[in-house]
Nanobody, 124 residues
Framework: QVQLVESGGGLVQTGGSLRLSCAAS????????MSWFRQAPGKEREFVAA????????YYADSVKDRFTISRDNAKNTVYLQMSSLKPEDTAVYYC?????????????????WGQGTQVTVSS
């Protein structure tokens, strides 16, 4: 069992920045992937970014590439999402997700554990 706890959401103006954090605890595997998804009201949950824990490159949704950066702190088992140049369309609940594999995965159904979500609101 893996527990994920997100923090760092809030209200920001267009063009602003926020950093989200997700701390993982419990029985993690040696190879796994930590990712971020988001879900806006009335829309499906969508992939944002992912980072294989034991090496490999981060990958991003086209909509956030060059604006968002995913990173990790191995010692803290924590993944971050640095969001810059935020737009109103980035408004959503952001979820951290864990997958017990390192192959690329963009579908929510491919992830095994989820955090509770943190709200990000970008005002125009």
């Amino acid at each position: 069992q893996v527990q994920l706890v997100e923090s760092g959401g809030g209200l920001v103006q267009t063009g602003g920045s926020l950093r989200l954090s997700c701390a993982a605890s419990g029985r993690t595997y040696d190879t796994f992937t930590m990712s971020w998804f988001r879900q806006a009201p009335g829309k499906e949950r969508e992939f944002v970014a992912a980072l294989p824990w034991s090496g490999g490159n981060a990958y991003y949704a086209d909509s956030v590439k060059d604006r968002f950066t995913i990173s990790r702190d191995n010692a803290k088992n924590t993944v971050y999402l640095q969001m810059s140049s935020l737009k109103p369309e980035d408004t959503a609940v952001y979820y951290c997700a864990y997958r017990a594999y390192v192959s690329r995965a963009y579908s929510p159904g491919s992830y095994h554990y989820w955090g509770q979500g943190t709200q990000v609101t970008v005002s125009s």
